[in-house]
């Protein structure tokens, strides 16, 4: 999971980026980057840490131009503490290309041989993303003819990356002289969006982002989603174009996205993710009630702030008072994307306080949006217990977590996973709780797809169902041991 944001302006595009990347912040905090282009010369700022963190006043006015990219990083493969892992990664041939990614390639071993022994190209990270971009500038360089490049070469570019990649990528590509590209994997996994603002010339302006909130803050209007398997390019003119360049193309985005990941005032693939939340909550009530009495309830808590929604709803839905008894420092980052399970366990109780007077002697309904180590979950029903709680229960707006997720969620060992070979009631007792009651995974599909025509979504970390039809045991259990050592 990354943030990632293109602009083609009239003016210049940095402090746009900058802007937008503060609105995706949520989606990343290990590392940041901005390219601009000035004409054909690059202008590129990269740093570990957040946003606001990484880009001084003199970084920013090096970043000319009025065309751009950024990148929030929230790291999946590589190193979270090594700063050359940053995005964006720029080749300077064909022509200069600096890339940005969200998402996570599932066959890096065929795609690092085949640099090396058949393209000769170098990859200086162990990063997916360095050679997502050295497979689109072979594959460029394949479909150059003379000096000038067309878009008809570009989008036969991206046919043949779709023919050589594996696993789940939104891109946005900067190619010198010429423009800006976009394009996402066949099946859509991870999320883009494109928007439209007419300059005062006249001139319409794009942009391309992970969520649509980057859009209408920027003043932005929608276009839609670029759809799986398309590619788009925008010249320096301003024109717009796109084509499919997959064969099969299907529409199956990322159900954690809605449960976890992107902003609620976000809409993505046409879907409310503040409005799913909601019905993700509804659906959750309907299962508490046949589980337990809900007379053994006094009130109903969330874990701020992605559960808000759905612990409002399951509290309207079972007729019991909804009170916040946690206190959320909003100066801590997101526990479940920080990079190790000591430094999550650890911010914890930075992050989450809990006021005595809402718990004492009460039978809590605790609501969070998933678990996936309970790490954050055991601390939670440890401190709601201490602050004298006289039961807890807890509910999850997800299924259990019981697969590795490949396609961009740092969930790659099983054995992290604290619901992967253990039944309800064990869960239960691993975390402390009285009781848990977890969301049913066809609840949480027809929570997200209501009054939409989506048909699938990736539920593979809750069913082991991988749609992209190419992750096997082998593989998964090659992700495991390159983690562990």
């Not at 490049?149 to 570019?157: G, N």
Request: include cysteine; charged fraction near 25%.
């Amino acid at each position: 999971m990354c943030g990632i944001v293109g602009i083609v302006s009239t003016e210049p595009a940095n402090q746009q980026i900058y802007d937008s990347l503060l609105l995706l912040q949520h989606r990343g905090q290990d590392s940041t980057g901005i390219a601009t282009a000035d004409g054909p010369i690059f202008h590129m700022t990269k740093a570990r840490g957040q946003v606001r963190e990484a880009f001084r006043t003199r970084d920013m006015r090096s970043l000319i131009g009025n065309m751009g990219l950024g990148h929030v990083r929230y790291a999946t493969k590589g190193a979270a503490e090594r700063e050359e892992e940053a995005q964006p990664f720029y080749v300077n041939a064909p022509y200069g290309i600096t890339l940005v990614h969200n998402g996570n390639l599932t066959n890096t071993r065929e795609l690092s041989e085949d640099l090396f022994r058949i393209d000769r190209r170098h990859v200086n990270s162990t990063s997916d993303t360095e050679m997502l971009l050295n497979v689109l500038a072979t594959e460029l360089q394949g479909q150059i003819t003379g000096l000038d490049l067309d878009p008809d070469q570009v989008f036969t570019a991206v046919e043949q990356v779709h023919e050589r990649v594996e696993g789940s990528y939104a891109v946005i590509a900067l190619i010198a002289g010429y423009g800006l590209l976009a394009f996402r994997d066949p099946f859509g996994i991870r999320p883009l969006i494109l928007g439209r603002r007419t300059a005062g010339n006249g001139r319409d302006e794009w942009i391309v982002a992970s969520e649509s909130l980057v859009l209408e803050s920027g003043g932005y209007e929608i276009v839609r989603d670029v759809h799986p398997g398309e590619a788009i390019f925008i010249g320096l003119d301003g024109q717009m174009i796109s084509r499919q360049c997959a064969k099969n193309p299907m529409l199956v985005p990322c159900s954690f996205e809605y449960v976890y990941l992107a902003r609620p005032d976000s809409i993505m693939n046409g879907i409310s993710v503040y409005e799913a939340r909601l019905r993700m909550g509804d659906r959750l009530a309907t299962t508490i009630e046949t589980h337990m009495d809900k007379g053994d309830i006094d009130v109903v808590m969330p874990i701020p702030d992605s559960s808000r929604p759905a612990a409002m709803q399951v509290a309207q839905k079972l007729g019991i008072e909804y009170r916040e008894g946690f206190y959320k420092n909003r100066y801590v980052g997101r526990t479940f994307i920080m990079p190790g399970q000591a430094e999550r366990k650890r911010s914890v109780r930075q992050k989450l306080n809990a006021m005595g007077t809402e718990f004492k002697g009460k039978n809590i309904l605790i609501v969070d949006d998933s678990i996936v180590r309970g790490t954050t979950s055991k601390e939670i029903v440890e401190m709601a217990r201490a602050a004298g709680a006289n039961k807890v229960t807890f509910t999850s707006a997800a299924p259990p977590v019981r697969f590795p997720h490949v396609y961009g969620i740092n969930m790659p060992s099983r054995q992290e996973l604290i619901a992967y070979n253990r039944k309800i009631p064990e869960i239960a007792s691993e975390l402390s709780a009285d009781h848990m009651i977890y969301q049913e995974v066809a609840d949480l599909q027809a929570a997200i797809t209501e009054g939409t025509s989506i048909e699938q979504l990736d539920l593979s970390c809750f069913t082991g169902d991988y749609v992209t039809g190419t992750v096997t045991e082998e593989y998964l259990g090659w992700v495991e041991r390159t983690q562990l050592s």
